[in-house]
């Protein structure tokens, strides 16, 4: 359950966690048990984690143009905020979605009125919208930098706003950062664009498809096609030194140790850490 979390999350040698507070395969949702809640609270105290992310349901695409669907993908975009506001979670990670034939300006339009529309709903609340990069698959919006600017822009919510990258999408969606040049290249291009301030949130996954190639295929760190260069000019950039990085990598444990890939990962993340960026000097 929710309350072993934390605990689970510290014995793989994490210091944050990324949940789903419901099943990510379903739109309805029992209401969280208030002992689980507290539970939960308590354990995230207790092992002293850094930070947490609730991820949203995979159901939920606010780029829809159909009417059915972009209702219920708002209600339950809603349902998340609060769920994540009642567990005390602080980030809230969104897939964009994806127009699905209505265009880039018009689902790009939607996504920014669906995400609006929740935090006037909860204009009260304190989590942290987080709009992930995607790879850039079929119809799916913001696979570039300029589209989550654009989407940020319109929601005009700073705020309560910002994104989440993921490796693995980065590089599916054109983004080399293999080399010294290459990553200044991106870093630059973010920061015209979205701003490395928007930062909230990494998923720190290896890639198995090419460079370019908008398929969602992760790998284990140092498995795929980024490598550990990639990873390691990542995890010394002192501009994302506070910036939490959530693993999403393949489980290739058996029974009796599922998550022992979690920790390999783990492991080869801080292997790569100078000693310089982790004095934070």
Not at 58 to 79: C, D, H, M, V, W
Not at 138 to 148: A, K, R
Not at 201 to 230: K, T, Y
Request: net charge neutral; with cysteine.
């Amino acid at each position: 359950g929710l309350a072993h979390a934390p605990e689970q999350a510290r014995t793989l040698g994490a210091d944050a966690l990324q949940i789903f507070s419901k099943n990510q395969q379903q739109w309805s949702a029992a209401p969280l048990d208030p002992a689980e809640v507290e539970g939960f609270r308590a354990a995230m105290r207790r092992e002293k984690m850094r930070s947490a992310a609730v991820h949203t349901s995979y159901l939920i695409n606010l780029g829809s143009p159909q009417p059915t669907l972009q209702e219920r993908s708002r209600a339950a975009f809603q349902e998340e905020i609060q769920r994540a506001e009642t567990l005390g979670i602080p980030l809230l990670i969104l897939h964009p979605g994806a127009h699905t034939g209505s265009g880039e300006a018009a689902g790009l339009a939607a996504i920014a009125s669906g995400v609006r529309h929740a935090l006037e709903a909860d204009a009260d609340g304190r989590v942290r919208i987080l709009l992930e990069i995607a790879a850039g698959a079929g119809s799916t919006l913001g696979s570039t930098f300029e589209q989550l600017a654009h989407l940020l822009d319109s929601i005009d919510a700073p705020e309560r706003t910002g994104v989440c990258l993921d490796t693995c999408h980065l590089f599916a969606a054109g983004y080399d950062f293999r080399t010294d040049h290459t990553y200044r290249e991106m870093v630059a291009k973010l920061d015209t664009t979205v701003g490395t301030r928007r930062v909230f949130a990494f998923h720190l996954n290896d890639a198995q498809e090419e460079l370019g190639s908008h398929r969602d295929r992760h790998a284990n760190i140092g498995n795929g096609n980024l490598g550990l260069p990639g990873f390691r000019r990542l995890v010394n950039d002192r501009r994302f030194a506070k910036v939490p990085g959530f693993l999403e990598t393949p489980l290739r444990g058996d029974k009796s140790d599922p998550y022992a890939a979690y920790r390999e990962d783990l492991a080869s993340l801080r292997s790569l850490v100078s000693r310089r960026a982790a004095r934070g000097s």
